[in-house]
Protein backbone atom coordinates (compact mmCIF):
# COMPACT_ATOMS: atom_id res chain seq x y z
CA UNK A 1 0.00 0.00 0.00
CA UNK A 2 1.10 3.43 -0.35
CA UNK A 3 -0.11 6.63 0.85
CA UNK A 4 -0.43 8.41 -1.90
CA UNK A 5 -3.51 9.24 -4.08
CA UNK A 6 -3.20 6.22 -6.21
CA UNK A 7 -3.84 3.49 -2.97
CA UNK A 8 -7.28 4.56 -3.01
CA UNK A 9 -9.80 3.35 -5.56
CA UNK A 10 -11.96 6.22 -6.60
CA UNK A 11 -15.70 5.49 -5.28
CA UNK A 12 -18.68 6.76 -7.03
CA UNK A 13 -21.15 9.49 -5.82
CA UNK A 14 -24.24 9.95 -6.86
CA UNK A 15 -24.52 12.84 -9.04
CA UNK A 16 -28.31 13.11 -10.16
CA UNK A 17 -30.69 11.52 -12.34
CA UNK A 18 -31.72 11.72 -15.83
CA UNK A 19 -35.01 12.82 -17.24
CA UNK A 20 -35.94 8.95 -17.51
CA UNK A 21 -34.85 8.21 -14.00
CA UNK A 22 -31.08 6.93 -14.79
CA UNK A 23 -28.87 7.26 -11.61
CA UNK A 24 -25.09 9.10 -12.72
CA UNK A 25 -22.39 8.55 -10.93
CA UNK A 26 -19.43 10.83 -10.51
CA UNK A 27 -16.07 9.80 -9.65
CA UNK A 28 -13.12 11.84 -8.39
CA UNK A 29 -9.22 11.13 -9.88
CA UNK A 30 -6.27 12.69 -8.39
CA UNK A 31 -2.71 13.34 -9.02
CA UNK A 32 -0.10 13.68 -5.79
CA UNK A 33 0.87 16.81 -7.73
CA UNK A 34 -2.62 18.58 -7.68
CA UNK A 35 -4.58 17.64 -10.62
CA UNK A 36 -8.52 16.51 -9.77
CA UNK A 37 -10.84 15.14 -12.57
CA UNK A 38 -14.25 14.26 -12.12
CA UNK A 39 -15.70 12.18 -14.53
CA UNK A 40 -19.28 11.19 -14.48
CA UNK A 41 -21.75 8.11 -16.47
CA UNK A 42 -23.64 9.70 -18.19
CA UNK A 43 -21.86 10.32 -21.73
CA UNK A 44 -18.56 9.39 -19.93
CA UNK A 45 -17.70 12.68 -19.48
CA UNK A 46 -15.03 15.13 -17.89
CA UNK A 47 -17.27 17.19 -15.70
CA UNK A 48 -14.38 19.01 -13.81
CA UNK A 49 -10.72 19.30 -14.24
CA UNK A 50 -8.73 21.06 -11.53
CA UNK A 51 -4.91 22.15 -12.28
CA UNK A 52 -2.63 24.70 -10.60
CA UNK A 53 -1.18 27.70 -11.48
CA UNK A 54 1.99 29.45 -11.50
CA UNK A 55 1.21 30.16 -7.25
CA UNK A 56 0.20 26.46 -6.65
CA UNK A 57 -3.34 28.09 -6.72
CA UNK A 58 -6.21 25.64 -8.29
CA UNK A 59 -9.08 26.17 -10.66
CA UNK A 60 -11.51 24.33 -12.74
CA UNK A 61 -10.25 25.13 -16.26
CA UNK A 62 -13.00 23.46 -18.60
CA UNK A 63 -16.20 23.98 -18.88
CA UNK A 64 -19.44 22.17 -17.45
CA UNK A 65 -22.64 22.64 -15.26
CA UNK A 66 -23.20 21.55 -11.38
CA UNK A 67 -26.48 18.61 -12.20
CA UNK A 68 -27.19 16.19 -14.90
CA UNK A 69 -30.12 18.40 -15.55
CA UNK A 70 -27.30 20.98 -16.56
CA UNK A 71 -26.18 18.39 -19.06
CA UNK A 72 -29.07 17.19 -20.03
CA UNK A 73 -30.54 21.16 -21.68
CA UNK A 74 -29.90 23.05 -24.42
CA UNK A 75 -27.49 24.85 -22.94
CA UNK A 76 -25.15 21.70 -23.40
CA UNK A 77 -22.62 22.27 -26.27
CA UNK A 78 -20.98 18.87 -25.88
CA UNK A 79 -19.35 19.94 -22.75
CA UNK A 80 -16.45 17.39 -21.90
CA UNK A 81 -18.44 14.18 -23.84
CA UNK A 82 -17.29 11.75 -25.21
CA UNK A 83 -17.96 12.12 -28.63
CA UNK A 84 -19.40 9.64 -31.06
CA UNK A 85 -19.97 6.98 -32.43
CA UNK A 86 -18.46 9.69 -35.43
CA UNK A 87 -17.51 12.77 -33.88
CA UNK A 88 -17.57 15.36 -36.10
CA UNK A 89 -19.82 16.07 -39.60
CA UNK A 90 -20.99 13.44 -42.03
CA UNK A 91 -22.65 15.00 -44.69
CA UNK A 92 -25.91 15.17 -45.19
CA UNK A 93 -26.16 12.31 -43.01
CA UNK A 94 -25.44 9.71 -45.86
CA UNK A 95 -22.79 7.06 -46.17
CA UNK A 96 -22.33 4.00 -48.36
CA UNK A 97 -20.35 1.26 -47.01
CA UNK A 98 -19.91 -2.60 -48.56
CA UNK A 99 -22.74 -1.24 -50.71
CA UNK A 100 -25.71 -0.31 -48.47
CA UNK A 101 -26.62 3.38 -48.18
CA UNK A 102 -26.92 4.29 -43.92
CA UNK A 103 -29.12 7.34 -43.05
CA UNK A 104 -28.11 9.29 -40.39
CA UNK A 105 -29.98 11.85 -37.88
CA UNK A 106 -29.42 15.30 -39.57
CA UNK A 107 -28.89 17.18 -36.53
CA UNK A 108 -26.76 19.81 -37.78
CA UNK A 109 -28.59 21.61 -40.86
CA UNK A 110 -27.57 19.97 -43.52
CA UNK A 111 -25.48 17.27 -41.78
CA UNK A 112 -24.96 15.04 -39.11
CA UNK A 113 -23.05 16.12 -35.85
CA UNK A 114 -21.35 13.64 -33.13
CA UNK A 115 -22.92 10.66 -33.32
CA UNK A 116 -26.74 11.91 -33.73
CA UNK A 117 -29.81 12.32 -31.55
CA UNK A 118 -30.86 10.96 -28.33
CA UNK A 119 -28.56 7.75 -28.48
CA UNK A 120 -25.35 9.32 -29.39
CA UNK A 121 -22.91 8.46 -27.14
CA UNK A 122 -22.78 12.05 -25.30
CA UNK A 123 -25.95 11.23 -24.22
CA UNK A 124 -26.18 7.48 -22.82
CA UNK A 125 -25.45 6.44 -19.38
CA UNK A 126 -22.21 4.03 -19.57
CA UNK A 127 -21.21 1.45 -16.88
CA UNK A 128 -18.70 2.16 -14.92
CA UNK A 129 -15.42 0.71 -12.91
CA UNK A 130 -13.29 2.44 -11.06
CA UNK A 131 -9.28 1.61 -10.42
CA UNK A 132 -6.29 2.05 -8.32
CA UNK A 133 -2.91 0.80 -9.22
CA UNK A 134 0.63 1.83 -8.60
CA UNK A 135 0.61 4.16 -11.38
CA UNK A 136 -2.45 6.32 -10.60
CA UNK A 137 -5.90 6.00 -10.61
CA UNK A 138 -8.75 5.29 -13.62
CA UNK A 139 -12.40 4.71 -14.39
CA UNK A 140 -13.19 2.51 -17.51
CA UNK A 141 -16.87 3.53 -18.47
CA UNK A 142 -18.13 0.86 -21.31
CA UNK A 143 -21.34 0.86 -23.53
CA UNK A 144 -22.50 -1.21 -25.86
CA UNK A 145 -24.45 0.39 -29.05
CA UNK A 146 -27.02 -1.88 -30.60
CA UNK A 147 -26.84 -2.79 -33.97
CA UNK A 148 -28.36 -0.06 -36.32
CA UNK A 149 -28.77 2.57 -33.29
CA UNK A 150 -28.34 5.97 -33.98
CA UNK A 151 -28.55 4.64 -38.46
CA UNK A 152 -24.82 2.80 -37.80
CA UNK A 153 -24.34 -0.74 -38.49
CA UNK A 154 -23.04 -3.06 -35.88
CA UNK A 155 -22.91 -3.60 -32.51
CA UNK A 156 -20.17 -1.34 -31.18
CA UNK A 157 -18.90 -2.06 -27.92
CA UNK A 158 -17.04 0.60 -26.75
CA UNK A 159 -14.94 1.11 -23.43
CA UNK A 160 -13.03 4.81 -22.50
CA UNK A 161 -10.43 5.02 -19.88
CA UNK A 162 -10.01 8.02 -17.62
CA UNK A 163 -6.57 7.76 -15.73
CA UNK A 164 -4.58 10.06 -13.91
CA UNK A 165 -1.06 9.16 -13.19
CA UNK A 166 0.57 9.26 -9.93
CA UNK A 167 2.76 12.81 -10.98
CA UNK A 168 3.24 14.78 -13.81
CA UNK A 169 -1.08 16.36 -14.03
CA UNK A 170 -1.61 14.46 -16.71
CA UNK A 171 -5.19 13.01 -17.60
CA UNK A 172 -4.76 10.31 -20.21
CA UNK A 173 -8.18 9.28 -22.19
CA UNK A 174 -8.00 5.75 -23.83
CA UNK A 175 -10.71 4.16 -26.47
CA UNK A 176 -11.07 0.77 -27.28
CA UNK A 177 -13.72 -0.41 -29.68
CA UNK A 178 -14.54 -3.52 -31.14
CA UNK A 179 -17.90 -4.42 -34.05
CA UNK A 180 -19.43 -7.39 -35.46
CA UNK A 181 -20.12 -5.86 -38.73
CA UNK A 182 -18.12 -3.28 -40.78
CA UNK A 183 -18.98 0.37 -39.31
CA UNK A 184 -17.40 4.01 -39.42
CA UNK A 185 -15.73 4.98 -35.40
CA UNK A 186 -14.21 8.30 -34.72
CA UNK A 187 -14.08 8.96 -30.91
CA UNK A 188 -13.20 12.06 -29.31
CA UNK A 189 -13.68 14.15 -25.84
CA UNK A 190 -15.03 17.54 -26.37
CA UNK A 191 -13.76 19.31 -23.25
CA UNK A 192 -13.82 23.29 -23.04
CA UNK A 193 -10.59 24.62 -21.84
CA UNK A 194 -9.99 28.25 -20.42
CA UNK A 195 -6.59 27.91 -18.66
CA UNK A 196 -7.46 30.95 -16.60
CA UNK A 197 -10.35 28.90 -15.14
CA UNK A 198 -13.77 27.85 -16.61
CA UNK A 199 -16.14 31.44 -16.99
CA UNK A 200 -12.94 33.48 -17.91
CA UNK A 201 -14.01 36.06 -19.98
CA UNK A 202 -12.41 35.34 -23.08
CA UNK A 203 -9.74 32.70 -24.80
CA UNK A 204 -8.33 35.31 -27.48
CA UNK A 205 -5.35 36.03 -25.52
CA UNK A 206 -4.29 32.13 -25.00
CA UNK A 207 -1.25 31.37 -27.13
CA UNK A 208 -1.73 28.04 -29.24
CA UNK A 209 1.15 26.19 -30.87
CA UNK A 210 -0.76 23.80 -33.66
CA UNK A 211 2.02 20.96 -34.86
CA UNK A 212 0.07 20.80 -38.43
CA UNK A 213 1.25 22.17 -41.65
CA UNK A 214 -1.96 21.42 -43.44
CA UNK A 215 -5.77 21.14 -42.82
CA UNK A 216 -9.19 20.04 -44.35
CA UNK A 217 -10.94 23.11 -46.07
CA UNK A 218 -14.56 22.83 -46.33
CA UNK A 219 -17.58 24.12 -47.61
CA UNK A 220 -20.22 26.63 -45.66
CA UNK A 221 -21.61 23.78 -43.74
CA UNK A 222 -18.26 22.53 -42.93
CA UNK A 223 -17.86 19.49 -44.99
CA UNK A 224 -14.61 18.96 -46.39
CA UNK A 225 -13.72 19.87 -50.10
CA UNK A 226 -11.56 16.65 -49.63
CA UNK A 227 -8.16 18.64 -50.42
CA UNK A 228 -5.73 18.87 -47.99
CA UNK A 229 -4.20 22.03 -48.38
CA UNK A 230 -1.16 23.65 -46.01
CA UNK A 231 -1.66 26.65 -43.77
CA UNK A 232 1.27 28.65 -44.99
CA UNK A 233 -0.16 32.24 -45.68
CA UNK A 234 -3.38 31.82 -43.93
CA UNK A 235 -5.28 32.52 -40.26
CA UNK A 236 -5.21 28.79 -39.67
CA UNK A 237 -0.96 28.87 -39.29
CA UNK A 238 -0.37 27.88 -35.65
CA UNK A 239 3.03 26.17 -36.30
CA UNK A 240 4.65 29.28 -34.57
CA UNK A 241 3.01 30.03 -30.88
CA UNK A 242 0.46 32.97 -31.66
CA UNK A 243 -2.97 34.35 -29.95
CA UNK A 244 -5.88 33.61 -30.69
CA UNK A 245 -7.56 36.34 -31.02
CA UNK A 246 -4.74 38.03 -33.51
CA UNK A 247 -6.29 36.47 -36.66
CA UNK A 248 -9.47 34.94 -36.12
CA UNK A 249 -11.76 38.04 -37.31
CA UNK A 250 -11.27 37.58 -40.75
CA UNK A 251 -12.81 33.55 -40.17
CA UNK A 252 -15.83 35.24 -38.24
CA UNK A 253 -17.57 35.44 -41.93
CA UNK A 254 -17.29 32.31 -42.48
CA UNK A 255 -19.45 28.95 -42.37
CA UNK A 256 -16.99 28.11 -39.07
CA UNK A 257 -17.31 31.71 -37.54
CA UNK A 258 -14.21 31.96 -35.94
CA UNK A 259 -11.87 28.71 -36.24
CA UNK A 260 -13.46 25.35 -36.27
CA UNK A 261 -11.02 23.52 -38.17
CA UNK A 262 -9.85 20.18 -38.88
CA UNK A 263 -5.67 20.30 -38.65
CA UNK A 264 -3.46 17.28 -39.62
CA UNK A 265 -0.78 16.59 -37.57
CA UNK A 266 2.41 16.37 -38.69
CA UNK A 267 5.11 13.76 -38.17
CA UNK A 268 5.86 10.65 -39.73
CA UNK A 269 3.79 8.67 -36.67
CA UNK A 270 0.88 10.86 -36.78
CA UNK A 271 -1.86 8.15 -36.82
CA UNK A 272 0.32 5.80 -35.04
CA UNK A 273 2.32 6.41 -32.40
CA UNK A 274 1.99 9.82 -29.55
CA UNK A 275 2.55 13.11 -30.76
CA UNK A 276 2.52 16.52 -29.78
CA UNK A 277 -0.43 17.65 -31.16
CA UNK A 278 -0.95 21.29 -29.56
CA UNK A 279 -0.14 23.71 -27.04
CA UNK A 280 -1.83 25.91 -25.10
CA UNK A 281 -0.90 29.14 -22.74
CA UNK A 282 -2.43 31.52 -20.80
CA UNK A 283 -0.05 34.10 -19.22
CA UNK A 284 -1.88 35.21 -15.97
CA UNK A 285 -2.33 31.95 -14.51
CA UNK A 286 1.24 30.28 -16.22
CA UNK A 287 -1.12 27.38 -17.28
CA UNK A 288 0.29 24.99 -20.01
CA UNK A 289 -1.99 22.51 -21.78
CA UNK A 290 -0.33 19.93 -24.02
CA UNK A 291 -2.23 17.51 -26.04
CA UNK A 292 -0.46 14.32 -27.03
CA UNK A 293 -2.33 11.65 -29.02
CA UNK A 294 -2.12 9.23 -31.88
CA UNK A 295 -5.22 10.50 -33.68
CA UNK A 296 -4.15 12.18 -36.95
CA UNK A 297 -5.63 15.23 -36.82
CA UNK A 298 -6.66 17.90 -33.99
CA UNK A 299 -10.65 19.87 -34.82
CA UNK A 300 -9.39 23.54 -33.26
CA UNK A 301 -12.76 25.04 -32.46
CA UNK A 302 -13.32 28.08 -30.74
CA UNK A 303 -16.11 28.13 -28.69
CA UNK A 304 -18.05 30.46 -31.46
CA UNK A 305 -21.47 29.04 -30.33
CA UNK A 306 -20.85 29.62 -26.80
CA UNK A 307 -23.73 32.16 -25.67
CA UNK A 308 -23.35 33.32 -22.22
CA UNK A 309 -24.89 30.05 -20.53
CA UNK A 310 -25.00 29.68 -17.48
CA UNK A 311 -22.43 26.74 -15.52
CA UNK A 312 -20.84 25.27 -12.60
CA UNK A 313 -20.88 27.82 -10.06
CA UNK A 314 -23.35 30.20 -11.66
CA UNK A 315 -20.45 31.31 -13.79
CA UNK A 316 -21.05 32.59 -17.43
CA UNK A 317 -19.73 30.97 -20.48
CA UNK A 318 -19.80 34.04 -22.85
CA UNK A 319 -18.91 33.59 -26.92
CA UNK A 320 -15.46 32.32 -27.68
CA UNK A 321 -14.64 31.93 -23.83
CA UNK A 322 -13.17 28.36 -24.09
CA UNK A 323 -11.60 26.30 -26.71
CA UNK A 324 -11.64 22.60 -27.59
CA UNK A 325 -8.77 20.67 -29.16
CA UNK A 326 -10.55 17.45 -30.08
CA UNK A 327 -8.28 14.84 -31.15
CA UNK A 328 -9.57 12.42 -33.87
CA UNK A 329 -10.15 11.11 -37.58
CA UNK A 330 -10.90 13.82 -40.55
CA UNK A 331 -14.63 15.09 -40.48
CA UNK A 332 -16.45 13.07 -43.17
CA UNK A 333 -13.99 10.75 -43.82
CA UNK A 334 -16.35 7.92 -44.61
CA UNK A 335 -17.47 9.94 -47.64
CA UNK A 336 -13.27 10.33 -48.93
CA UNK A 337 -11.47 7.78 -49.83
CA UNK A 338 -8.34 9.67 -49.61
CA UNK A 339 -8.90 10.92 -46.45
CA UNK A 340 -7.18 7.85 -43.09
CA UNK A 341 -9.88 5.27 -42.47
CA UNK A 342 -12.52 5.28 -40.33
CA UNK A 343 -13.83 1.90 -40.84
CA UNK A 344 -13.54 -0.75 -38.13
CA UNK A 345 -14.15 -4.56 -39.24
CA UNK A 346 -15.09 -7.33 -37.42
CA UNK A 347 -11.94 -8.82 -35.32
CA UNK A 348 -10.08 -5.48 -35.54
CA UNK A 349 -9.60 -3.97 -32.54
CA UNK A 350 -9.98 0.06 -32.27
CA UNK A 351 -7.43 1.64 -29.32
CA UNK A 352 -6.47 5.16 -29.37
CA UNK A 353 -5.33 7.47 -26.45
CA UNK A 354 -4.90 11.22 -25.80
CA UNK A 355 -3.00 12.81 -23.21
CA UNK A 356 -4.26 16.50 -21.64
CA UNK A 357 -0.64 17.55 -20.22
CA UNK A 358 -0.67 20.27 -17.48
CA UNK A 359 2.26 22.42 -16.57
CA UNK A 360 2.79 25.77 -15.55
CA UNK A 361 5.27 28.11 -17.24
CA UNK A 362 7.43 29.06 -14.21
CA UNK A 363 8.89 25.99 -14.17
CA UNK A 364 9.83 25.66 -17.68
CA UNK A 365 13.05 26.77 -19.75
CA UNK A 366 15.61 26.55 -16.85
CA UNK A 367 17.96 24.36 -18.90
CA UNK A 368 17.08 21.87 -16.27
CA UNK A 369 14.63 19.03 -16.77
CA UNK A 370 12.94 18.11 -20.28
CA UNK A 371 10.93 21.35 -20.09
CA UNK A 372 12.67 22.99 -22.59
CA UNK A 373 12.85 20.16 -24.67
CA UNK A 374 9.56 19.59 -24.44
CA UNK A 375 8.45 23.27 -25.72
CA UNK A 376 6.26 22.51 -28.46
C1 LIG B 1 -17.77 21.47 -33.92
C2 LIG B 1 -18.56 22.75 -33.94
C3 LIG B 1 -19.81 22.56 -33.14
C4 LIG B 1 -19.45 22.16 -31.75
C5 LIG B 1 -20.69 21.86 -30.98
C6 LIG B 1 -17.46 21.16 -32.49
O1 LIG B 1 -16.78 19.95 -32.42
O2 LIG B 1 -16.62 21.52 -34.69
O3 LIG B 1 -18.87 23.12 -35.25
O4 LIG B 1 -20.59 23.70 -33.14
O5 LIG B 1 -18.65 21.03 -31.76
O6 LIG B 1 -20.52 22.10 -29.68
Known amino acids: MTTSASGEEPVAEQFGMTKDGQAVELFTLKSDTGLVAKVMTRGATLVQLHVPDNDGKSADVVLGFDSVAGYESEDNQYFGCTTGRVCNRIAKGKFTLDGKEYSLAVNNEPNHLHGGGEKSLDKVVWKAKSFSNDKGQGVRFSYSSPDGEEGYPGQLDIVVTYFVP ?21 LTNHAYFNLAGAGSPSVLDHTLRLNADRYTPTDDTLIPTGAVDSVEGTPLDFRKVTKIGQRIEPLTGTGALGYDHNFVLNAPEAGKKLVLAAAL ?96
Do not use: M, W
Not at 166 to 186: C, M
Not at 292 to 310: C, E, H, M, W
Not at 340 to 348: F, H, S, V, Y
Not at 352 to 366: D, Q
Open 281 to 376: REKTSGRILRVRTDQPAIQFYSGNFLKGQVGKEGKSYAHRSAICLETQHYPDSVNHSNFPNTILKPGEKFQSTTIYEFAVAGTEGNGKGDGAKKKL
Open 166 to 186: VTGNRLNITYNATTDKATPVN
